[in-house]
């Protein structure tokens, strides 16, 4: 590669065509997770919206994150679907930027949207009486620009610091998406220092998220512990186990792919852990929060009577 003209630089993804014969089988399932994904995540959408009985913070929060889950599937997937059938599995320079920068940004905001949820749930359980008042509209939408807004600063300083890098030797990702650890690979620099950024912004960013979730879930056992498991206190407490598998899937898996050194990438188990939270978690995420909540099927049930 030139470089000094990057404009027709190129990268290749090496992707899954180490198994050149489950290509059409992958591209079938991933188009199948896909579809049902985006489908699951408007739905909720839609219903959310125009059901007044969801006109909630809580259903506010789940309508955010619905919307923010469907934009993220669609940052990765329609990419690595036309790469599983084509043979050149090919993005531009600025190209890859663009889809590293939109899937820091929305992943970035994720962490702390599960983080306000988690706080809506604390003030519901601890807080009941003052719930509305604690949670109010303005409160929410506030919670919502704050996590778009460190969504923002973090993609903007990653993004940049990746491509400020040399690039002028191999230029093929071993993965199926410009991801920062497999494109820091490729600079033809010492890139310790993006390295150590990397360590502490993603340090900052899941534990600093996880622990305000944390704090949230110890009040909330500390105040069943101490007022008992009451019927109010049980219905709310109903939606912290959703919230926690959530989370779970989505901090473990960041963490497992993030927290290391350079020298661990490269790996398939790289890029399975990464479907985990790229194809797979936007999947399985409106199953596990809303299509098994009560709220939501009664909600459903009046709008198609």
């Excluded at 089988?25 to 896909?34: D, N």
């Amino acid at each position: 590669m030139d470089k000094g003209n990057r404009t027709t630089m190129e990268f290749i993804f090496i992707g899954f065509s180490n198994v050149p014969e489950l290509q059409y089988f992958l591209f079938a399932s991933f188009l199948c997770i896909y579809s049902i994904s985006v489908a699951a995540h408007m739905f909720l959408i839609v219903v959310y919206n125009l059901s007044s009985s969801l006109h909630t913070p809580m259903y506010f929060f789940l309508s955010n994150f619905s919307f923010l889950e469907e934009c993220y599937i669609s940052t990765i997937t329609p990419n690595m679907l036309k790469n599983l059938l084509s043979n050149h599995k090919t993005i531009t320079f600025y190209g890859c930027a663009v889809q590293m920068y939109c899937f820091l940004l929305l992943g970035s905001t994720e962490c702390y949207l599960l983080a306000a949820m988690a706080y809506d749930r604390y003030n519901a359980i601890c807080h009941p009486l003052l719930y509305n008042v604690i949670m109010s509209r303005n409160a929410c939408v506030k919670l919502i620009v704050c996590s778009w807004l460190i969504g923002l600063i973090v993609a903007i300083i990653q993004t940049s610091l990746t491509f400020s890098l040399p690039f002028c030797g191999p230029n093929k990702i071993n993965h199926f998406y410009c991801d920062v650890p497999p494109v820091m690979a490729l600079a033809c620099s010492d890139t310790k220092f993006n390295e150590i950024v990397t360590f502490i912004i993603v340090l900052l960013l899941v534990v600093g998220a996880f622990l305000l979730t944390i704090v949230s879930y110890t009040r909330i056992i500390w105040t069943i512990i101490k007022y008992h498991f009451t019927a109010g206190i049980k219905k709310a407490f109903s939606t912290c186990t959703s919230h926690l598998i959530v989370v779970t899937i989505f901090y473990g898996s960041a963490s497992l792919m993030y927290l290391r050194p350079k020298s661990t990438y490269g790996t398939d188990m790289d890029k399975f852990i990464s479907l985990m939270y790229t194809v797979i978690a936007p999947l399985l995420n409106p199953f596990i929060y809303s299509l098994r909540n009560s709220d939501v099927k009664y909600a459903v049930r009046k709008m198609m009577y």
